[in-house]
């Protein structure tokens, strides 16, 4: 195997036009954080800075030759799935998984938008709990989609350790939907909360957020980071690329994942 010049992080994750989020999003991210990135599209979809208005999952097929034509050939050091959008493709990304079992997977559970858009079948929720978790090393869920794979449970917190036992390593519950007055970031793992996050509440609402964590996470990850050290370096960086956001339609804003090469903010990046 030839060994890179830097990390590689492959992802599995929808297109989305405006490149506030999804599979752009996820090479953004990851190049402005020293990796290189290799992009399976999951979905291609219908969307503006507002909302979803449709999606196609890809042939699943497809998807696993593509996979395997990028991990036969490169080294892989970590994996970062996105939308999956169908229970086809989630199994077609479970085959894959399954046969690179020391590649790490960072998985953000992405369901619907945040104005409920779909961006999955009905039957996918289940396909992801019993395929795809117990195959990841960190979950990135927000207060929504924990309790979208962990329904009747009572609290954020009991709906994480529940997925836990699903076989997910580790759960960085993500706090923006939250009513606090910061927004509050929790890692899990081994039946217990490892470390809690704070950042300040920023005014705006933002396409992508999840996914530049997500991405950023695995590029920490593939960079050899702990889950702990890897958590705050990929929340430091995306909390500054939402302070230094664009707003390019209509919508929500975009996060800056180059912020630090620009004159707004031309010191080196935090995180």
């Not at 619907?112 to 009905?122: I, R, V, W």
């Not at 994480?160 to 960085?172: F, H, Q, V």
Request: include cysteine.
């Amino acid at each position: 195997m030839i060994k890179a010049s830097k990390p590689v992080v492959l992802c599995f994750s929808g297109l989305d036009p405006t490149g506030g989020a999804g599979i752009i999003a996820d090479v953004e991210a990851i190049s402005s954080n020293g990796c290189q990135a290799s992009a399976i599209v999951t979905a291609a979809t219908v969307q503006d800075s507002q909302d979803v208005m449709s999606f196609a999952p890809m042939p699943a097929d497809l998807i696993v030759e593509q996979a395997r034509a990028v991990l036969e050939d490169m080294p892989v050091s970590a994996i970062k799935i996105g939308m999956v959008g169908s229970s086809e493709v989630a199994q077609a990304i479970h085959s894959v998984l399954r046969d690179y079992p020391s590649i790490k997977v960072i998985y953000d559970p992405v369901f619907s938008t945040e104005k409920d858009g779909a961006l999955s079948t009905p039957d996918l929720v289940e396909t992801v709990k019993t395929m795809l978790l117990p195959l990841t090393t960190i979950l990135t869920p927000n207060l929504f989609e924990v309790h979208q794979l962990a329904p009747g449970s009572d609290t954020p917190t009991a709906a994480a350790m529940g997925l836990l036992e699903t076989g997910c390593d580790s759960i960085l519950l993500t706090g923006t939907h939250g009513k606090t007055a910061d927004v509050q970031h929790a890692l899990y793992s081994g039946h217990r909360e490892l470390k809690r996050f704070h950042y300040e509440r920023l005014p705006h609402k933002y396409h992508g957020s999840g996914c530049t964590l997500a991405a950023s996470l695995a590029a920490f990850t593939a960079l050899g980071q702990d889950p702990v050290s890897a958590s705050h370096q990929a929340l430091d960086y995306t909390q500054q690329t939402l302070v230094n956001a664009n707003r390019f339609g209509m919508g929500q804003h975009h996060p800056d994942r180059f912020y630090w090469m620009t004159s707004k903010n031309p010191s080196k990046k935090s995180a």
